[in-house]
């Protein structure tokens, strides 16, 4: 292991501390009018975010701040992963925040904290700043939730969340306060060597697994732990629940990484870790797919159907395989690039007054926009995972860890479960092309947001022609950050 | 221009970016967008015809083979390549895909350039199934089929076309996911290869065979369709335009034959010579039970697809008797079937177009309106009743004959299909065609358009040709068909004692 004083590899999280208050201060002197400039700003800063973490990328994991902070190629490109999708949230974003008095600073500040947040969460290699992290992130989606302030909604669902993701933090801080007590330290690469080496006590240790596994959980959205998804994502604005539908995943997907595996990976734990996910994992395959039959709402929908993709996720994981992880970090960008675009597509149809958030306000769209449709159309049968949309490559891949792993029955219920799950994915497709518009209304998006909706779409039909390099990356990046 | 692109490669994408283009073109240009498609169409074809006069006909490895690799890191190649079946197959794609695009030309208004677009990209689709010599990639393209399908159902379909196309959509997909399953567990036991003649030479127990037949004999049976699971079929057909039907008929229903031939029996020779009784006895349950079942129909759509499973029998029936003859009258009987059911499914949408009804008890003595007509829908009739000379008597024969060599008992109840087939398909004509003129509607009709002569034209010559001189077919078929009963002989990968 490798300590350097310089701060290299934390430049980008400095950069965007720094541009996060300049913001700040700034948006205290513009008016409504020239807002644009908050907007653009942010932007900026997330391209300036990438720039740096494209060049401090190093191959070999490289730690500062006395080994708390780590950078490898796997944190990198998770987070190269959140600003992308911020980026594309943002610019999707744009017009229904102002359609709904909400463009103004706060929004951008609140992201920018919370892209902050996830940034020390997938870098954390320390309990302490990996909930340091974590607590920045959620923090600043409640606040976010509930920007609408006089919508009851919004304002309940926020009170939800704070309240259970209150109690799952203290799980998590009950778990990681026994595994200090085992093993004596907070530093997950410590953690992992005194387990390693047969200390701590086990019936602790195991203790202390249930409560992380649960925090876990519910960050994760899975089920049992999966009781706020549906009313956050119904309640907050759709711009809302399209940033905590994207990004954070990609961190979460860290975040269990960093716990399960890089602290908690003996073998011993391993095997108890793994029958604790394959219970969750089927039961979010099955609630999530099953209940999202009976969802009249879009945006419910979509919040059953994260549960059942979150469930395919931890497939990937608890095959406890370097195949596993890498497929499991593949499944999740491809999730968040599937995920920000359907709610790109919500937000396409919105307007002032005007949610599009039911399912029948996708009626018809093929004969208003047969772009769109198209778009849509990829991103369904891709959620769906039927080929050639990538969507289809991410459970082939998680699949054929399992399979390699020995679940072949895990692998059969995964797919019995995708094929309900392919009914209500078809509903919409049914919907935009079978059935007879109701809302004429013309859609027309702003440049910016036609174009990057179009690659978003395009990315999902190029990925799943040639899916060889990203998941080629995915193998990379795992296995230089697992050693 | 050095780059020269493999033909099989042409025939796949050729077709599919025609598609591209056709979409490209828009709906509000519908007769720039026909022109097109029909161009698309005809080159597909015309790329595809040198294979007929390449092929070598006395090789038994798989021909025109092109491999590079597509995703590294599982080991997965675009790998393709051919024998005598799929090139069989790949022509009949060819010529029908043309055959639909001219037959939709007028009959279809709404979203005309999308209608078109998803017939080519369809053809694409299927010729990369009967090319793809790749386990994932031959799940990549015989999945995709079905997103285009599905559209084709439930956009320019009949009243109930939503729940036909779900049932259409959902059914196969049951199928064929636990078929991924089985590829990607043979994917771990070949140690980490895609390739299907990497999988011909696995070594499994018979135990682990018998799940892996039992997942591709579900996805297969589905898309035959063998009975129990063919109740998809008759409501896509009655609910799907004429165009959609006929591609069910004459080329999605082959897949399933065609990955029994290529998955399930060179990958599982053991057990599929286990299992093949369970096979025979539910062919032979569609040839009877089902022939039994087209007799009542009142819808003549329903009626012809009804008969499609029945006649699909004979192919499942022909393939599990693991004998030349029977598995070349099984392949014979798919391309013939390909060519009577497109051209029954287009008589009924002739009709259809002019009375906009299916119902049998609509018509009565069209014969009398339609003369020209009427003689070509005999010639189809009579070959869906296999008569000798057309050919519908062909493959049924050959399956007959092989299966006699097996038991009289199989081949004595599939012959019923000689009485029952005749039977429901000349009582409808019958009906509709013959007696007085039944009502002012039919007293109204007009004979075939030219556009509609050409495409029953041409498809009276195949189905008379293929009849009268069957031989080069045979020609094409025999080294293959004994290469893949070689790799079906049971006990070649058998592994004891595991």
Redesign the interface.
């Known amino acids: 292991m490798q300590y350097i004083t310089p701060l290299a590899p934390a430049y980008a999280e400095i950069f965007l501390l720094c541009m996060l208050c300049a913001i700040l201060l700034l948006d205290c002197f513009l008016d409504d009018e020239q807002r644009g400039i908050t907007y653009v700003l942010t932007l900026l800063t997330l391209g300036g975010c990438a720039i740096i973490t494209w060049v401090t990328t190093t191959t070999d994991p490289v730690f500062t701040f006395s080994g708390m902070f780590v950078s490898d190629l796997m944190s990198s490109m998770l987070k190269l992963g959140i600003y992308g999708s911020t980026a594309m949230a943002m610019v999707y974003s744009q017009s229904y925040i102002r359609a709904r008095d909400m463009f103004r600073g706060e929004f951008f500040v609140l992201t920018l904290f919370a892209v902050l947040g996830m940034m020390i969460m997938v870098s954390a290699s320390h309990l302490l700043t990996l909930y340091l992290g974590l607590e920045l992130l959620s923090l600043s989606l409640y606040a976010m939730i509930a920007l609408h302030r006089d919508d009851a909604a919004g304002t309940e669902a926020a009170m939800k969340y704070f309240v259970l993701g209150a109690l799952a933090s203290g799980m998590l801080l009950y778990g990681m306060s026994m595994l200090y007590g085992a093993t004596g330290s907070l530093d997950l690469a410590r953690i992992a060597d005194v387990i390693e080496e047969g200390g701590g006590d086990r019936t602790v240790l195991v203790f202390a697994l249930v409560f992380i596994v649960a925090g876990l959980g519910f960050k994760l959205s899975a089920v049992p732990f999966h009781m706020w998804v549906p009313d956050v994502y119904h309640g907050a604005p759709t711009a809302v629940t399209l940033f905590i539908g994207s990004a954070p995943k990609l961190a979460a997907f860290a975040f269990v990484m960093r716990l399960l595996v890089m602290g908690l990976g003996a073998d011993y734990l391993v095997e108890q870790w793994q029958w604790m996910l394959v219970i969750m994992a089927v039961l979010s395959l099955a609630i999530g797919n099953i209940t999202a039959i009976a969802q009249t709402n879009l945006k419910r929908m979509l919040a059953y159907s994260t549960i059942s993709h979150m469930g395919f996720l931890l497939l990937g994981v608890l095959s406890g395989s370097r195949d596993g992880y890498s497929s499991a970090m593949f499944y999740v960008i491809v999730y968040v690039l599937m995920s920000v675009g359907t709610f790109g597509m919500i937000l396409l149809l919105s307007r002032a007054g005007f949610e599009a958030d039911k399912l029948d306000d996708f009626k018809g769209l ?1 004969a208003r926009s ?1 772009w769109y449709a198209f778009m849509m ?1 990829l991103l369904m ?1 891709s959620m769906a995972g ?3 949309a990538v969507g ?2 991410a459970k ?2 998680v ?2 860890a399992v ?2 792993a020995g679940f ?1 029955w895990l ?2 219920v995964a ?2 479960f ?2 309900i799950g ?2 209500y994915y ?2 919409i ?2 919907l935009m ?2 059935d007879e518009p109701v809302d004429a209304s013309p859609i027309a998006p702003t440049a910016s947001m036609r174009w990057v909706l179009s690659l978003n779409g395009m990315a999902i039909l190029v990925f799943g022609i ?3 390099g990203l ?2 990356l995915c ?1 990379y990046s795992i296995a230089l950050s697992l050693h | 221009m050095n780059i020269s692109i493999p033909i099989l490669s042409q025939i796949i994408w050729v077709p599919i970016f025609a598609g591209i283009a056709v ?1 490209v073109v ?2 509000r240009r519908a007769q720039a967008a026909r022109v097109i498609s029909l161009i698309g169409a005809l080159a597909g074809l015309v790329v595809a015809l040198p294979l007929w006069t390449q092929f070598d006909r006395a090789a038994s490895e798989f021909q025109f083979a092109e491999l590079s ?6 080991h ?1 190649n675009y790998h393709l390549g051919i024998d005598g079946m799929s090139l069989l197959l790949i022509l009949l794609n060819c010529i029908t895909t043309v055959l639909v695009v001219i037959a939709g030309w007028s009959v279809i208004q709404k ?1 005309v350039s ?1 209608y078109m677009a998803a017939f080519l990209m369809l053809s694409g689709l299927m010729n990369g199934v009967f090319c793809a010599l790749d386990g ?1 990639l031959f ?2 393209f015989f ?2 089929t ?2 285009p399908m ?2 084709i159902i ?2 320019w379909g009949g009243p109930n ?2 729940y036909a ?2 049932k259409f ?2 059914y196969t ?2 199928g064929s ?2 078929s ?2 089985a590829l ?2 043979l ?2 036991v070949s140690g980490g290869s895609f390739s299907l003649l990497d999988f011909y030479e696995v070594q499994l127990p018979l135990n682990v065979q018998v799940l892996i037949f039992a997942a591709f004999m579900l996805a297969f049976a589905v898309k035959v369709p063998m009975w129990p699971v063919h109740t998809w079929l008759p409501d896509a057909h009655v609910e799907a335009p004429t165009g959609g039907s006929v591609v069910l008929a004459a080329i999605m229903l082959k897949l399933g034959g065609y990955g029994f031939l290529r998955l399930s029996l060179p990958i599982v020779p053991d057990a599929s010579h286990e299992l093949a009784w369970f096979v025979i006895a539910l062919s032979l349950v569609a040839v009877v039970y089902i022939g039994l079942v087209a007799l009542v129909q009142a819808d003549m759509k329903k009626l012809i697809a009804y008969s499609s499973i029945s006649h699909m029998g004979f192919v499942t029936l022909g393939i599990f008797i693991f004998s030349a003859q029977g598995m070349e009258g099984a392949i014979l009987q798919m391309i013939s079937h390909g060519f009577i059911s497109a051209a029954m499914f287009l008589c009924v949408g002739v009709m259809y177009d002019r009375m906009h009804t299916r119902m049998i008890a609509d018509y009565g003595g069209v014969a009398h309106r339609m003369p020209v007509f009427a003689a070509l829908f005999m010639l189809f009739a009579m070959a869906n009743s296999g008569l000798p000379g057309t050919s519908g008597f062909v493959g049924e024969w050959l399956v007959i004959l092989a299966t006699m060599k097996v038991s009289f008992w199989y081949s004595a109840l599939a012959a019923t299909t000689l009485i029952f087939g005749a039977a429901y398909t000349l009582w409808m004509y019958k009906r509709v065609m013959f007696g007085a003129v039944a009502n002012s509607h039919v007293e109204e009709l007009t004979d075939l358009s030219s556009r509609e002569f050409f495409v029953l034209g041409v498809l009276a010559v195949a189905v008379l040709a293929m009849g009268l001189y069957p031989a080069p077919l045979g020609e094409v078929l025999h080294e293959s068909v004994n290469e893949i009963l070689r790799l079906a002989s049971p006990g070649r990968k058998l592994l004891i004692g595991m």
């Open positions: 093929n047969p159309l049968f039927v080929p050639p289809f490559y082939l891949s699949l054929w399979v390699d072949v692998a059969v797919v019995l995708s094929l392919a009914f078809l509903r497709v049914k092309y079978f040639v899916p060889g998941m080629a193998e | 979409l828009g709906d690799p597509w995703i590294p890191s599982f997965v979203r999308q994932l799940y990549v999945e995709a079905l997103i599905f559209i439930g956009v076309r939503v196309a779900v959509f959902l997909l049951m996911l636990l991924l399953v990607i567990y994917f771990t």
